[in-house]
């Protein structure tokens, strides 16, 4: 699986930064054995520190402390069931890097009052746990890099502005979570290959940027939580992973989210966004039982679904509350396939397709201005248009067999259009206002025990309907207008 140039950017700047050309201090303690214990405290600009142990049971700490600058402390563990902690208070330009190569280990790197700190923390083998404080330090970086089972990571930056977390584990049963508060132009990435992997991505600020990357996991779960204004991008990638629950809640103005799932099954997905020129989009593709959710609460929002190729049994929402908003549903080769709009305001447009058999679409709207398309091809396909307002247009197109298509205005000013062509079509035309126009085209090959029909119902003054029926014996229209 490929790393993000951040991560790699991330890595350059830790290995960069090693190595003090003129070390005002130097600590080094070497240790062999079983059950031994290193500490060491620096109050000094440009120390380098370094602890180096190789056995069991042993615990290691340095602490980097008082207004000091340009300080590199290193832990590094071989064995098994070690502990290693690097302390960093009032320290601008630090480096703390802890490599644990073993089973059982734990590893925590915490950083107070700082400036420009980067933590590393790399663990290999099972069994381990990381965790990276960084509270009041700004432009700081933490990075946790884990390869084994029963993974813990944790990074939390407090306070803090222009930082980047990521975290990297590769194996089965890992949790990884990221949380970044008060804190403006924070990026964390969160990228988990293995089984039963677990994510958790939490940001509060401005201009924040996360990712989840998860692929060949199992009982997976990834969450992002983002509060504030100018967030750009939430994106959940989970490949060839099943039972996956990914959600995406944003709270703020002009934030963006995407959730993307390939060869997944039994998929809970759902997008949430409060606030204005927001925009979402889920992406599903060769996927089973997939539920598709997005609700966007304010003005200028759009969002996308779209569920295509060898995608069965899925399912979309969209919730729009505001003015100016897009939805669009797409599902193309989804067998037995449902989707749903809702939406209440004025200049909304609406958009269902779907292609193969067995497919339902539903829109409902409420306001002005607003624009509804369901085009379905197909067998034993259903659609329903309901608008609510003035200068409302509604348009189904269906091709195949045995569909049923219903659109109801209330309004001035409507528009509506039912075209079906196959066997045994029902369509249904209701119009309350004045100087609407209706029309309903169906070509297919009705029969009396079975005849296509067509109703048009339109109360009020002005108004203009047309039923047009070819194929076969059988067929039934009726017009009727108040």
């Known amino acids: 699986m490929k790393r993000y140039t951040t991560l790699s950017a991330a890595i350059a700047l830790i290995l960069g930064a090693s190595g003090a050309a003129f070390a005002a201090g130097v600590a080094d303690v070497n240790q062999d054995g079983m059950g031994n214990t290193a500490t060491i405290t620096q109050d000094m600009s440009d120390a380098t520190a370094s602890i180096t142990q190789t056995g069991k049971d042993n615990f290691a700490n340095i602490e980097n402390t008082l207004d000091t600058a340009a300080t590199e402390s290193t832990i590094i563990q071989n064995g098994n069931s070690n502990f290693a902690d690097i302390f960093t208070y009032d320290t601008d330009g630090a480096l703390g890097t802890i490599i644990q190569n073993g089973s059982g280990n734990a590893a925590t790197i915490d950083a107070d009052t700082a400036l420009a700190v980067t933590a590393d923390i790399d663990q290999l083998g099972s ?20 390869d084994g089972q029963n993974n813990d990571a944790s990074i939390t930056q407090s306070f803090s502005s222009a930082d980047s977390a990521i975290i990297d584990q590769l194996g089965a049963e890992n949790y990884a979570s990221i949380t970044q508060v008060d804190g403006g132009g924070n990026e964390a990435l969160i990228t ?49 992973s099943d039972n996956v629950s990914a959600s995406i809640d944003q709270e703020g103005n002009l934030n963006y989210g995407l959730i993307s799932t390939f060869d997944s ?12 020129g927001n925009s979402a989009t889920i992406d599903v ?42 939805a669009m549903v797409d599902q193309f080769d989804a067998m037995d396939s449902s989707a749903s709009i809702s939406q209440s305001g004025g200049d909304l447009v609406a958009d269902i397709m779907q292609y193969n058999v067995a497919n339902a679409a539903d829109v409902v709207q409420t306001g002005n201005f607003n624009d509804a398309l369901i085009v379905q091809t197909g067998e034993s396909n259903a659609a329903s248009i309901e608008q609510h307002g003035a200068f409302n247009s509604a348009m189904i197109d269906q091709s195949g067999n045995n569909n049923d298509a219903s659109i109801y205005q209330s309004g001035a000013y409507n528009d509506a259009d039912i075209m079906q062509s196959g066997d045994w079509n029902i369509a249904s035309i209701e119009q309350i206002g004045s100087d609407n126009t209706a029309s309903i085209d169906q070509s297919g090959m009705g029969t009396a025990d079975s005849p296509n029909t067509a109703s048009i119902s339109q109360v009020g003054t002005g108004h203009t309907a047309s039923i047009i029926q070819t194929g076969g014996p059988g067929n039934s229209a009726t017009i009727t207008q108040f």
């Open 192 to 240: 988990q290959l293995g089984d039963l992997s677990n994510a958790d991505i939490y940001q509060s600020g401005m201009n924040n940027i996360a990712t989840i990357d998860q692929e060949d996991s199992q009982n997976t779960w990834a969450y992002i939580t983002q509060m504030g204004e100018g967030n750009e991008a939430s994106i959940v990638n989970q490949p060839i």
């Open 265 to 276: 099954d039994g998929n809970q997905l759902a997008i949430t966004t409060i606030g204005d």
């Open 127 to 146: 069994e381990n746990i990381a965790s990276i404080s960084q509270w009041d330090s700004d432009s700081s970086v933490g990075l946790i890099v884990q």
């Open 285 to 326: 593709d060769s996927s089973f039982d997939t539920v598709a959710d997005i609700y966007q609460d304010g003005d200028e929002n759009l969002a996308d679904v779209w569920q295509y190729e060898f995608s069965d049994n899925a399912s979309a929402s969209i919730s729009q509350e505001g003015t100016g908003n897009v």
